[in-house]
């Protein structure tokens, strides 16, 4: 089966740079995905990785290194509007599937 | 651009009993997916159409069904509600056979009592 662990609570400060990180356990997907969800919002998409290595899309930057399991989402300049949760996701031709979700809290 | 609009945006309903959840995509998108969202569980994947015809489905039990029309429209039914089934249903479009980047609704909020 698919499966992607991410840690379920990040906190930073206003301005700082934050890294959520993305492991997963799958094989045969077209390249992982980034959303941001604010409470009883939708979610919305951040980033796409299909290569390997960095996409960078204003504040935030993605990663993925399909050799390491692995990718992570920067923020940059965290502003207290980036607080939500971020999930990552492995596309399956037509289908999500999704991590548990990291809630990121940026203090003052 | 309009975007993903669900209907309706909350819903009770008693146990035992069966409900019907739409969702318009945007307008051109040819792919619809709906996803259950609940604290414990996370986003979980149900199914996507994509043309009318189904083509992915999650590890979901036989009383979550779908469909899609030929204006892409699409509707997702449960029947014989379970109280686990109380959850935000989530729909997602995309333009077609990638789904680079989905398109998620406002969801739908399910009560089931």
């Known amino acids: 089966g698919q499966s992607l662990e991410q840690p379920s609570e990040v906190t930073a400060v206003e301005g700082a740079i934050v890294q959520i990180n993305c492991t997963y356990q799958t094989s045969g997907f077209y390249g992982l995905s980034w959303y941001q969800q604010h409470d009883g919002g939708a979610p919305t998409f951040l980033s796409y990785?299909?290569?390997?290595g960095l996409e960078e899309t204003g504040r935030f930057s993605s990663f993925l290194s399909r050799s390491d399991s692995y990718g992570y989402l920067l923020l940059q300049e965290l502003q207290m509007k980036d607080s939500a949760s971020y999930f990552c996701?492995?596309?399956?031709?037509?289908?999500?599937?999704f991590g548990q979700g990291t809630e990121l809290s940026v203090k003052p | 651009k309009a975007g993903v609009t669900q209907t309706p945006r909350y819903l009770i309903k008693t146990r035992g009993q069966q409900v019907t959840l739409s969702c318009s995509p945007i307008?051109?998108?040819?792919?619809v997916s709906w996803y259950q969202q609940t604290p414990g569980q996370g986003l979980q994947f149900l199914f996507e159409y994509f043309s009318e015809t189904q083509r992915n489905k999650g590890n979901f039990p036989g009383r979550f069904s779908g469909r899609q029309f030929s204006n892409s429209r699409s509707e997702m039914n449960v029947s014989t509600l379970e109280l686990g089934d109380s959850a935000l249903y989530l729909c997602?479009?995309?333009?077609?056979?990638?789904?680079?980047?989905?398109?998620f609704g406002q969801g739908t909020r399910l009560t089931v009592v």
């Open positions: 990785n299909a290569l390997d």
């Open positions: 996701a492995v596309n399956l031709r037509g289908k999500l599937i």
């Open positions: 307008s051109g998108h040819r792919s």
């Open positions: 997602a479009s995309s333009p077609g056979e990638s789904n680079t980047e989905a398109f």
